[in-house]
């Protein structure tokens, strides 16, 4: 009888346990997410060292040409495919 029981316990609680195993489906835009802040980051501090430097006098020169360096950096990132920036080959 005490086998029984067990057996019958042990089996409830794996047939509860198993609703719980689900994951919820990671959220592909996270990756893009990531990347844009990344990029972001990245162009930002860039164009600081420019200014900083003296290589650039305006913003939006220095900005240019810190996303088209991220793009030739990062080419394998998805913002730069969206570019059309490929991947030079070795």
Sequence with gaps: MKKILISLLAGALALTGCHHSHRPKPNPAVATEVEQEFMQRW???R?????TQ?????DAAARAQATTDFYQQYPYTTLAEKAGVTPAAK
């Design 43 to 45: 162009v930002d501090q």
């Design 47 to 51: 164009v600081h060292d420019y200014i």
């Design 54 to 58: 003296g290589k650039f006098t305006t």
